[in-house]
Each structure stands twice: as C-alpha cells, then as structure tokens.
C-alpha cells in the first residue's frame, strides 16, 4: 500500500511535471505537507498569475506543468488566465483544494458546491473523483489530456482529506508507469492530395502559425518556403501566440491583418494559400468582407478538430504540423516558381519627441541578444516590436492568443523559469501590466532575470483605435494618468529605471539583460498606435 500523496508525486516525478506553481490555502496544504525535495513550488499571489506562469513554464518547456489553486475563489480569479491557456493550447494541469469529503455535501466553509460545472467551457475535462483512492488515476487522465492535440487546460478537483488515503501499490505504478503519445501522422494520400495541389498552384502562399512552434517545426516550414518558392505571412498577431517562421527571412512578407476584409485583400493574387498551425483566422475586429479574393482556395494543416471544423473557408488536414510538413516534403520537388522578391526589412523610424514606441522597440533591437525571448502584451505597439525586431529564432515570442490581458507579466517569470538560459525580456504596456502586478514579486522571490519594458504612454491606446474603428465618442475610461509602474514594481523589488530618449534606453535595457536579478525599464511614450 502506498497513499495518495506518494503515488500522485511519484506520477508528477514520472512525467517531469516536477515544477509546480500554485496559491496555498488550508485545503491545499494536506497536499503540500513534506513537500519533496526534488519538487520546485513557486508561489504566486494571485491566481491569475499562478496560471499565467503555469501557462508561461508550460509552452516554454514543452512540459505539462501543475496549477495548484484554493477550491472555488482561486478558481474563480483564475478564469481569466485558464482562457488564455486553452487559446493558447498551453498544457496546464489545473487543480483546486475541495472541502474534506464529510463535509462537501453539507456545505462547510470554502466548498466548492459546483467544482466540475465551475471551469467547464475552458478546459478540457473538469473532473473531482469519486473515492479518494482514484485520484491519482485522476491526476494521470488530466495530465494526458492536457497534453494531447490539441494542447489546453484540465481541470481535477481534490477533496483535502484524500491525500493520507491508501491505494494500491500495483494499481498505482501501472497509472503512474503510462506513456501516452498524441502525435499523429496525416493520411499519406492527404498529403499526396495537397503536395500535388501545392506544386500544381501557380502562385501559392504560406500563412505561418504558433503551432509551427509549439511542434518543433521550424526548420521544416522554411524547407517548405524555400524549396516551393512560397512567400509567407504571419497568422494575425491576434492568434499569433507563438512565431511560425523567421521573420528576417527574404519570403517573409509580414503580419496579416486580423480581419475578413483585409486578410482577403492582403492575400489577393495568390491561388492556393496554405495555412500551417493556425486556427482560419483569429478575425478580430469585425469588418466584412470576401473570406479569399476572387479565384483562391485554402488548405489548412492543424493539430486541433476544433481549428479544422470552424473554419468558415477551405480544406483542412488534421494531423501533427511536424510529421504532416515533413511529410509533404518527402513528397515535393523544387519548385520551378520564381524565388519571391526580398522583403524590405524594418522601416527607418524618424526620431520624435516624446519618443515613439517604434523608436523604442529600434533600441530594444539594438541590445537584444540573438538568444533572447520576448514575451509581449503592449497592445498599441505589438505590430511595431514585430516589424523592428524581426524574431527569428524558434522559441523566441510567447503573446496571449486569448488576448486576456494579464498573461504577459506572469508568463514571462514561467517562460524564464523554464528557459533560465535565454534573456527573456517583458514587453508591457502600464495598463496591461497591472492585470499580472503580483507577477513582480514572484520573479523577485525566486531571483527571475526577466527584463520587464514598460511603456508609459498614460492611456488605453489601442481602445482609442478600437473606438475609432467602431465610430464610437465619447467614452470613459481610456486615460490612465500617473500610473507609475516604475515605483509599483520597485515596492515588490524589482530594481526600476525610467528613460527618456533613445539612447538612454537602450543603455538602461542593456544593463538590465546584464543583471541576474528581474529588472525593470519604464519608458515614457507618445500616446497612440505605432505600426511599423
Ligand atoms: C482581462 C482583460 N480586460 C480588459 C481587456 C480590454 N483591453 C484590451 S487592450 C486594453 C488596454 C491595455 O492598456 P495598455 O497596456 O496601457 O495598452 P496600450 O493600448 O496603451 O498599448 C484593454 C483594457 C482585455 N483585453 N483583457
């Protein structure tokens, strides 16, 4: 016999989900008694921000990864950032302490009268055991399913007295032992099909997407480019949670736009546009138009049935991105096309006084190292970070594709925590950063070097746009003066400077990616959106 406790560490040991982050409260603390030695809990003080690393650790890791949460307000603050994490297909194995068993059914204090109802539209599965001894099975059944295409959130409930609970030792090492791979290969005359379509295409194009990433993919997608000569774009920034192609490669023509109108006038020309590990499309705002210009056909390869049957337009094929391109090119010759014209690279940004956010992200592209990551929720300049610093490496760019805000500050101190040998630097607007704040603390507490900019620009930019867009005056709320994050974060420890110009940022940002320590940049900017 063991107990539950034992069996379910012994299940997170066998997994590698040895790295929990979690908010402890007296119905979690039965499961964190004597806490391992070889286990890693790091504390955040918001649930919000504990599944905001969750979800952060997790994509960047590659590894399901634990969010221990307290019973139904933990869940509740945590809403939020579990919708995140399933847009993001981020592999989260959400938990919540229960009121003991003997009490669940009369209510005691802190019950979580509807644990299973409670997450359900946002994860996978939602689930509390029936008999103490199935939680470990339970825990196992959560955690696959978390990490099966598509990737996202689930959620198990547990009962704060099961964990002293006996089980059998047998039962449990066969739960604990199993070994479930998701990655499935495309139909071979799938692939037939849609090689033979691509090569038959007389100007076909690529539109890139965060599952290229997440399924290691990288390299096959610009093979892919290359050898049938395709241009390609990026899936619009409103899904584009991750890179799926070098963006300072020749083809790589740009961001397209999040809508129905103007996808399809951005793509017009072209006769077959192939969709790699994106959803067809992350459309935000609305603003009708045709879905593809006159003439054109779509075929999209995504891991996820759900991405594959919504789309409004176009063939799908569902299978592993990885396996299905390098299918594909097992099956493609060299295209006789002509190579695509190089792009132009980043514009030249004139200096403006205040400074521009375009003019910012030029000085963080001047410092930042070829390793480095950015995680990225500044709303008014995310089109202008991506156009001046052209990623182009793998791994490189973590956005919230649930557009939540609150994801950027927490899954930079994961993202980092799981890549401690990469910079990682932060890249927020004030206004977003405040839905994470607690986040600076716990990259405090655990000695997190993140590189925090921030930038100040004393409104709701990008609502302003939105406004306009929708022909909305008259508004409140979209002015945020005085919000200085530089001596909020400093109250939390973060070591803070604030910059003005040019080249007094793009000092500050240097001496912080020296530091071992999470420091901050708060830069002072004009307000409004920058594109470019
Ligand atoms: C949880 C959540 N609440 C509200 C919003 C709506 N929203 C989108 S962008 C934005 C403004 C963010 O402010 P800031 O970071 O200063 O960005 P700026 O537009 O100035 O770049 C808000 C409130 C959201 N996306 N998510």
Not at 135 to 163: Q, T
Not at 286 to 307: M, R
């Amino acid at each position: 016999m063991t107990t539950v406790r034992e069996a379910s560490f012994d299940l997170f040991r066998e997994q590698g989900m040895t790295t929990m982050f979690g908010n402890p409260g007296s119905t979690e603390l039965p499961m964190l008694a004597d806490f391992p030695s070889d286990f890693r809990y790091v504390l955040g003080l918001q649930e919000a921000v504990v599944v905001g690393m969750a979800d952060g650790f997790a994509q960047a890791s590659g590894r399901t990864t634990v969010a221990n949460l307290h019973t139904a307000p933990g869940v509740g603050n945590a809403m939020g950032a579990i919708f995140n994490a399933q847009a993001n297909h981020s592999p989260v194995l959400v938990t919540a302490g229960q009121q003991a068993r003997a009490q669940i059914t009369l209510q005691a204090n802190l019950t979580n009268r509807d644990a299973i109802r409670m997450p359900h539209p946002l994860v996978k599965w939602s689930f509390e055991p029936a008999r103490a001894e199935d939680v470990p099975l339970a825990l196992a059944h959560g955690a696959h399913l978390a990490s099966l295409p598509p990737k996202g959130p689930a959620f198990v409930s547990l009962p704060m007295d099961d964990w002293y609970a006996e089980v059998d030792e047998s039962d449990a090492r066969e739960a604990i032992a199993r070994r479930v791979d998701g990655r499935a290969a495309a139909d071979p005359a799938a692939v037939r099909v849609l090689a033979d379509r691509l090569d038959a295409a007389a100007n076909p194009v690529m539109v890139a997407g965060p599952d290229i990433d997440a399924s290691g993919a990288w390299d096959d997608a610009v093979a892919l480019a290359e050898r049938q000569r395709l241009p390609v774009w990026a899936t619009p920034a409103t899904g584009g949670g991750r890179l799926g192609f070098p963006e300072s490669h020749p083809s790589f023509r740009g961001v397209l736009p999040p809508a129905i109108g103007p996808i399809g006038q951005t793509l017009e020309g072209h006769d077959l546009i192939l969709v790699v590990g994106s959803s067809v499309f992350p459309y935000y705002p609305y603003i009708p138009g045709p879905l593809l210009p006159q003439g054109a056909k779509l075929v999209a390869i995504t891991s996820d049935p759900d991405e594959a049957a919504r789309a409004p337009m176009g063939d799908a094929l569902v299978a592993d991105v990885k396996l299905t391109l390098e299918a594909l090119l097992a099956d493609l010759p060299e295209s006789g096309r002509p190579v695509p014209e190089p792009n132009q690279g980043p514009q030249e940004i004139p200096p403006t006084e205040p400074l521009d956010s375009s003019t910012v992200h030029t000085a963080l592209g001047e410092v930042f190292p070829d390793d480095g990551i950015v995680v990225l929720e500044s709303p008014a300049s995310t089109l202008a970070l991506r156009n001046q610093l052209r990623l182009s490496r793998p791994g490189s760019y973590y956005f919230s594709a649930g557009g939540g805000l609150g994801f950027g500050l927490a899954a930079s101190v994961g993202v980092q925590l799981a890549q401690p040998d990469r910079p990682v630097v932060c890249v927020l607007g004030e206004g977003s950063a405040q839905y994470a704040i607690t986040a600076f603390w716990s990259a405090v507490a655990y000695k997190v070097p993140v590189t925090f900019l921030v930038m100040r620009n004393e409104e709701y930019a990008i609502l302003k746009w939105f406004a306009d867009v929708e022909q909305v005056s008259g508004a409140p709320g979209l002015d945020l003066p005085a919000l200085d994050v530089a001596a909020v974060a400093e109250g939390y420890g973060v070591k803070a400077q604030r910059a003005g110009d040019r080249d007094g940022v793009r000092d500050a940002l240097e001496r912080a990616f020296a530091s071992s320590q999470p420091e901050l940049v708060e830069v002072s900017v004009a307000p409004g959106m920058s594109l470019f």
